[in-house]
């Protein structure tokens, strides 16, 4: 029996908010249950100087979390002076996640980087940023296509990711901040809505886990993220763009 | 004329939401017109170890901004490595404010740490975040009562802030970022429900004051202090709490 | 009375050594009785990247303490590899202040960066920084008058700087390290010539400050800079570069 | 056909060489093919502060690369001021890995760190580093036992760990750089010497990749791991300890 | 024939100024010719962590330039976070050369820090340096013995330095900055009053020098650091400790 | 009696293996004993900024110490972020020497990065260093010639690298580490195979040092520097590029 009463499958419910602040040129909170990730997309002429002259574009990430937004206050890492290891594969991962669904050629040379900020946090920051993240990405194409700086979308398919878990012995989907510090395995998967995956970060907090176990939590990552991108879809309606 | 046709003394409209999070001692979401901070607390048992075995409580803020709170992107302060001067200067200038309006030996050995969090800026955005931070502040003195920490609150009076400025020749309150960018002199003053002064910091940003606008900036100061201290204790309703 | 058996509104001695040091294009050893900061302004050519191309100068300032000018030995700030919240808020102090003195139209791409370094602290380190700074600056437009990179001088108006605050329930004018660490409010007001303001910056130490109290030390402060000024120009002498 | 002419599923030559350097309790240096790796392995008494008094040890990693263990001269993070993201995240995972593999409440109150440091770098340097680092763990432990601080060893099992990826659209074994700068897809997997998995990091670098293709990576990585472990228990051979 | 007319061994004028600012244990203001170090001396009970319960004190030094002291404006190490090499090669210089003077059983439980800071450059600034420290260090020990906290001297002789080099193939003591920057070899010795070495760091500029070179450097370092020895001793007059 | 039972003035075996990793353009182990450093030469097309069009090359160096090369596991400068004042000075000094023997006109527009990564210490990793620097350096200047870039060899002499110390009373060459950390003066001397110095840095541990003391220890050094270039010339082979 899970914490919150859900099926071992049941992803919580994921609420996508556009247009969430003022400025971004895409603005995006995310909410899967108790976690809001606000995920902004910022339009910048140019690339980085690894990319110039190649004409190309170049998507990246970046994430943080409010100090309070979990149980105990985490330290400020602006403060701190460094993030964390933590922080930083976090954001590679985003950002990888979101160059796999883009084609940077077509893009031109635009760079868009995302911030994802955590405002509330119960488990499963990462992927519900990367479901947010993919919205905020579609609505900053939607923004240069209207300013005439791209005529068709560089964005090759929608990605969503969820975690996934071992938790007193079952697969279980969308694991809560309860589930989360008591699983035997967590793993984040990122998929295409065709279906594909882009990443797999499986962990064995405790057990080992066996390739039944694997299978398993990957049935039901397949199943929550097919669920998350309609929600995406519904959010987009008709500025849904596609490549 | 302002650009946003308000009269010269005229705050914008001021909306304080308290409980915006979940896990904060005090979770306040104020907004002045389009500017919204979240201001947290967090009671941390102890004091810093400069306090230790005196007898004393101590209050600390940190600020920050999502790097897309702004027209354009900020560089986020974490990935740099090191906050600005401007951080500082303004999270020192909240925390001062803020412990003076606590009697810090009545708090008793407790820590309390403010956390400002700009998701939208619109101007002003110093001056909302000691607003809200003191709401946040009462509601973190009413968390160590309820818990019998506290029986009697070391809060002594209210505290909120305004920005005013010389904008086009003529003192005004409450700039907004179109006036901000554009004003001759800045000025934030902090005041007390009692209508005494914390804090004045007056800059002019290309023509020096006279002291007769000085003064017409302070009249308009007391004004909008006084409506906005106003909705702080509209927001606190039962929950306000008196020394 | 005053620890100091000053006057409510006397001001410490007050000394301005031009040329203390050799190869700066200005170097004033400013004194304020017990207080001695050594202002050194460079000239360089060329302006900071944001300023590229807009055909205006620049005007920079950084400020630091010798480890030991303080009663109690700080930690030398190259060796914590980090400038304090206290720094970064003075040494943007100074630089607001002189920018405002100066026309950076008309200094040209020029950059003058203005160093102020506390040699022994007795109260007042950054009012008496502004004070030797603007000393400093006036020699480095003398410097380039005379190498022929300027013909008239961009100084709009010389300022300068003090300290006022209420100690012991009174107004006193330039505040030493006894009353300083003991006053109820302590403000830093920098002024032109001309006798109009470039910066106020009051601070309720203990007591919040009424309106009174507030106007009392200004009074002072402006009697105060007058006199401060005198001394500026009687350093100057024939140097005096009128705009 | 791979560059290197082998086999989809061949793991290049692995070599394991014990005490390659003389101060550390455990020093191995563990080569597969052209990729060279040193792990140190470092016992301290104590343990971090976060889990004092808690009446176990724990078991920590470091990672790097020498400058010019790469094609390229990477830049020295030592002189850079700081670890780049994908050391941060490598080093996590070797730490993860290993504590997957020890019973820290028999480990008692002692700390192991281990420091992987790459020679020299040919493509697969973290999962050669995890199946030396498990090598130089042993030997860490046996030490504690020679010391008489331990009677049994608090290893569960060995693990050990293999990249697989999609090379020219075919699932191949222990990619060497020319394969993984071209590949499609990029898989980590660390496994324990019983079948199971501990850790399993996917990434589509181009194309997504299907279930059927991970099943085909995850099949060789079972059988490349299978043999790997072999080659650590040569290299252990009398000094394999059991739990 | 050198730049400033002096002969071959001819030091600059060597002023030692006590007592130069208010607060410090020691405080000593050491001119070379045009260079000026101001070096104080901070007596702090207690010992660094990695001393402590050894029933010794422990001497340690820091330097640094004021930005304009030289010719050109440097960097000012707080603001660019980090200590340059430069920097700590000096400073590990001095304190390794006044703990050679010093007995650190006797001194007690003590903490001696001197901080050197360059006023003005003009070539020797290290020499110049270690020779004002050890009069500070001196009085920093007179104040202890004053109040009691030791009763006899831990010194155990003066040390002073003096840079010397070749300079147009001849062997020149003491070189300023315009001989300094045109050198051959450079090479700064430290001597005890009792003419044995502390440290000689010599450095062929550009052309190795030979063993007879350093022969003839040396000697003329003899003579000069015995000349500036007398200075120091005149300098302490009764102050003068004997161990 | 030295704890090693070598004569006074024996150096240790010294073994230099060229090509000892696959990447860089020069890559040495060195060997003094038990000391091991790999030393690495990268060869950079274009000079840094303050060379820019000055017609000449660069060569520099980086130092690191592997953190278990040592008895004790010393922290990693990458995690600690920042390299230490003692790896500053030594790598300062290694660049140093090696620029002393290269022509740099000559060099071209070339940066040559020499990395000296200690594998394992056990004394004088510095001067061992050096050793195999020069020696890397070498095998990149032929690199240099092979491909083209340059006709002749700009480097001007061989230089090589000994410590040298008093050590109960006796000078002695080639410390190891028990020798080190008990000797009373310990000194590093450079030298060109044509006999003349570097760079000589004596520093007093304990005891002042007298002149015979610094002749002993220098007649030791050139011997045992003789000793070593006789190594790397049959290190280098037919590969020795004379100037």
Chains 1, 2, 3, 4, 5, 6 share one sequence.
Not at 174 to 199: C, H, P, Q, R, W
Request: aromatic residues 4%.
């Amino acid at each position: 029996m899970r914490p919150s009463q859900r099926t071992l499958g049941q992803v919580r419910p994921v609420t996508i908010t556009r247009n969430f602040t003022a400025h971004a040129e895409g603005s995006v909170l995310v909410e899967f249950g108790g976690t809001k990730v606000l995920c902004t997309a910022t339009v910048e002429k140019g690339v980085p100087r690894f990319l110039k002259g190649k004409g190309q574009g170049w998507v990246t990430a970046e994430y943080g979390m409010l100090p309070r937004s979990t149980h105990k206050r985490m330290q400020r890492e602006a403060a701190r002076g460094q993030q964390t290891g933590r922080t930083m594969e976090i954001q590679r991962l985003i950002a990888r996640s979101l160059r796999a669904c883009i084609d940077l050629e077509s893009l031109g040379e635009h760079t868009i980087i995302i911030d994802c900020d955590v405002i509330q946090a119960d488990g499963g920051t990462r992927t519900a940023a990367i479901t947010g993240a993919c919205v905020a990405l579609a609505d900053a194409v939607e923004f240069l296509i209207r300013k005439g700086k791209l005529t068709v979308s560089p964005i090759k398919f929608m990605i969503a990711a969820v975690s996934v878990g071992i938790y007193k012995g079952e697969a279980v989907c969308d694991l809560d901040y309860a589930e989360d510090s008591d699983a035997e395995t967590d793993m984040n998967v990122v998929m295409t809505e065709t279906g594909k995956f882009i990443e797999i970060q499986g962990t064995a907090e405790g057990v080992p886990f066996s390739h039944e176990e694997m299978l398993d939590m990957l049935a039901l990552a397949k199943e929550g993220i097919e669920m998350i991108i309609i929600e995406q879809k519904k959010a987009l309606g008709d500025s849904l763009i596609k490549a």
